[in-house]
């Protein structure tokens, strides 16, 4: 969605009555060095920069490593927050080497990357009330997506 004040309705039915709710979508979060992030060194971590975004809310960092051990898959993930504001943030090198190393595992003759990196943020939790609703939000979210290589 682009940035900008946005009017969300629903005419309600059987279970929830109608309600209106107001969402205020903030500037794109742009996860600045992206491109140069593709292989992940866990022991010395990784630094994240970003532009944008709500500097009042927090950027989210979310990754991943999958690696098969014989015909047994081995999943880890990692999720770490921060303040916009910051502009930057550094993934530890202790939460990074909890994560399995590799460059793919082959299934079934399909490779499957083993890594994903995913930086994003959301805009503020709106409220609204409904009949028959205990407690009704509205929210705007958005991540950047890529694969990549933990070593």
Request: charged residues 10%.
């Amino acid at each position: 969605m682009d940035q900008g004040a946005y009017t969300i309705t629903g005419p309600g039915g059987a279970d929830v009555g109608p309600f209106t709710a107001r969402l205020n979508v903030p500037q794109a979060l742009v996860w600045t060095n992206q491109a140069s992030v593709n292989t992940v060194d866990r022991s010395a971590g990784q630094t994240i920069t970003w532009s944008g975004g709500d500097p009042t809310n927090f950027v989210s960092i979310d990754g991943s490593s999958f690696i098969l051990l014989g015909s047994s898959p081995v999943v880890a993930s990692f999720h770490c927050e921060t303040r916009i504001s910051d502009g930057s943030f550094t993934i530890p090198p202790t939460v990074l080497l909890s994560l399995p190393s590799g460059a793919g595992a082959s299934v079934g003759g399909v490779v499957i990357p083993t890594g994903s990196l995913s930086v994003g943020a959301s805009s503020a939790l709106t409220t609204f009330t409904a009949s028959g609703l205990d407690f009704g939000f509205v929210i705007a979210s958005s991540s950047t997506d890529k694969t990549v290589t933990y070593q």
